[in-house]
Nanobody, 121 residues
Framework: VQLQASGGGLVQPGGSLRLSCAAPEYGFSLYAIGWFRQVPGKEREGISCISSDGRPYYADSVKGRFAISINNAKNTGYLQMNSLKPEDTAVYYC????????????????WGQGTLVTVSS
């Protein structure tokens, strides 16, 4: 089981990026999918998740700016990030949890490699 996260990069404040999380070996049916981020010296935080029954969650810090979605035909999840701020700079990870309903990193057991997002002018 592998997840492949991509889409990070350097963007100016106010800009947008879309992260992708591909699961080529299986679809996301029955799985929660989550996006997490981590900066050095801080714990990994859950910023947006979709539970296995389709309920979205957004951390207050990204609510109204980020949007999570899944394309089941492509076995790919997305995190659209708009109005990016310097404090959004972090390594972003995607993860899945079978029958999951939370957005707590400890509940997710399959992780992709991180992708770095840098928001700077």
């Amino acid at each position: 089981v592998q997840l492949q996260a991509s889409g990070g990069g350097l963007v100016q404040p106010g800009g947008s990026l879309r992260l992708s999380c591909a699961a080529p070996e299986y679809g996301f049916s029955l799985y929660a999918i989550g996006w997490f981020r981590q900066v050095p010296g801080k714990e990994r935080e859950g910023i947006s998740c979709i539970s296995s029954d389709g309920r979205p969650y957004y951390a207050d810090s990204v609510k109204g700016r980020f949007a999570i979605s899944i394309n089941n035909a492509k076995n790919t999840g997305y995190l659209q990030m708009n109005s990016l701020k310097p404090e959004d700079t972090a390594v972003y990870y995607c993860a899945t949890d079978l029958f999951g309903s939370s957005c707590r990193p400890g509940d997710f057991n399959t992780w992709g490699q991180g992708t770095l997002v840098t928001v700077s002018s």
